[in-house]
């Protein structure tokens, strides 16, 4: 796994803001929505591909997870479009 890129410290408060506008940047399609005491979970997809945003507050880190073995290439794909800056 791979982590995505942050110019600033991610947390809790955070998250939703800057997710939007990765999820925007990168043109993903925001699906679902999940929250919990530590971590957000975002169901999004991507050209046939399912992917979780996730954010976890403990480890400090956010990172696309795809949801299959044929949604891998997009996840890192995606991550690495984001990592590079070509999307912002």
């Known amino acids: 796994m791979k982590t995505l890129t942050t110019d600033i410290i991610l947390t ?6 800057w997710a939007e ?3 925007r940047e990168l043109e993903l399609e925001l699906v679902e929505r999940e929250e ?4 957000h979970q ?6 046939g591909s399912r992917l979780l945003l ?3 507050h403990y480890a ?3 990172w696309l997870q795809p949801l299959g073995e044929q949604d891998r290439d997009a996840s890192d794909w995606l991550t690495a479009q984001w990592n ?3 999307s912002r």
């Open 12 to 17: 809790m408060e955070n998250f939703p803001a």
């Open 21 to 23: 506008a990765l999820v």
């Open 36 to 39: 919990g005491a530590d971590y």
């Open 42 to 47: 975002w169901l999004v997809a991507f050209e």
């Open 54 to 56: 996730c954010f976890q």
């Open 60 to 62: 400090d880190a956010a």
């Open 84 to 86: 590079r800056g070509l």
